[in-house]
């Protein structure tokens, strides 16, 4: 048909080492290390496993990914998704039973962040993961009575 | 008659002991410390250091929670907002409309689309409290 998709398969019995990018879908069922980047949709298989940083439009896990996750629209992890890595998105949805070690952003800051990032480009500062800065939880804290040291 | 039972888990000394099914608080046999083991309902703000139970934890849609630790053996299930380090001995679940910032560690999680995360770490699943392995869990 040709209102069809045009969808890139990685099939499972693959091994790739180094960056991919597509223009369009993409389906990962194989092994991938190095770096994805789609414009399209991008969905990582149960019998996939990634030791990548990921960006996309809207990425599916089902399957093993270690590295960071940015989606210029949403992250949808299933039961059988085991992600480690941190997750930007505008969207997360994450169903139960799915494994998620990371740091997480999520909402209309994300969606900022990206778009200042270069439109999906990694906001990442490294290969280890540290680009989001310890969350602080804001405690109202009790003023000190005056002249008590 | 035999009254109906719960195992449930000190958040101070990790002691498990079994308590009456409707008991609200009571002290650890072990530590001899407090204990909440009820079931929380935040309706409104509340901002606390700590917030301990060892029973569950429900933020509802005007709810708001700033705490430095939140601590619910039973899972946690928030529809406002929440401000804390979340560690969790249930399931999590995060709401389409609601706000969370902070930590969370959990055994599992459900996150519904059109909630609000800022900068948390999430360790999931996570059995810290260990009760994973509680009777009833």
Redesign the interface.
Known sequence: MADAKETTVIGPDTHIKGDMSFDSTARIMGNFEGRITAKGDLQITDTATCKASVEATKVQVDGMVDGNVTARD?VELSSKARLKGDVVAT???????????????????AAKAIKSAGGGGSLSTGDNGEA??E?K????QRAEPAGRR | MAQAQRTVQCYHCRHRFPVGARAMTLSCPKCSKALRVDDIIIKTVEAVRKLQTCGSLTVTKKGRIIAQHVEAHGGVECEGIMEANVLSGGPVRIAAKSHWKGDCRAPSVSIEPGCVITGGMFVIPDNTLGLADLPGA
């Not at chain 1, 969207?91 to 800051?109: M, N, Q, W, Y």
């Not at chain 1, 939880?137 to 109202?140: H, K, M, S, W």
Request: with cysteine.
């Open positions: 949403r969207r997360l949805i994450v169903a139960e039973g799915a494994s998620f070690v990371g740091h997480c952003t999520v909402g209309p800051e989001h800065p969350p939880v804001v405690i109202p």
